[in-house]
Nanobody, 121 residues
Framework: QVQLVESGGGSVQAGGSLRLSCAASGYTHSMGWFRRAPGKEREGVAAIFAGTGATYYADSVKGRFTISQDKAKNTVYLQMNSLKPEDTAMYYC?????????????????WGQGTQVTVSS
């Protein structure tokens, strides 16, 4: 069982930046971030494969968001720059031994409780 604890959400104006952190209680091969905006389906934002450091992004955030990891701390970060009002959502950290389950299927085995990100215009 892996527990995930997110931090770093908040409110920011459009064009601003936020950094989310997710600390895992143990090692998993893959970690990532998902978000759900009101009235919309959950979507994958970014993922990272711990072994190689390979990263994956949704088209909507490419060039603006960066996912990174600190293996020693079992922590993943999401640096969000040039934020837009449409980035407003609850952001969830996720983890799974399988990158396929996490990113392709969008069905990771472990979820954090979520942290709210609000971007005002």
């Amino acid at each position: 069982q892996v527990q995930l604890v997110e931090s770093g959400g908040g409110s920011v104006q459009a064009g601003g930046s936020l950094r989310l952190s997710c600390a895992a209680s143990g090692y998993t091969h893959s970690m990532g971030w998902f978000r759900r905006a009101p009235g919309k389906e959950r979507e994958g934002v970014a993922a990272i494969f711990a072994g190689t450091g390979a990263t994956y992004y949704a088209d909507s955030v490419k060039g603006r968001f960066t996912i990174s990891q600190d293996k020693a701390k079992n922590t993943v970060y999401l640096q969000m720059n040039s934020l837009k009002p449409e980035d407003t959502a609850m952001y969830y950290c996720a983890a799974d031994p399988s990158l396929y389950s996490l990113w392709i299927r969008g069905a990771p085995g472990y979820w954090g409780q979520g942290t709210q990100v609000t971007v005002s215009s």
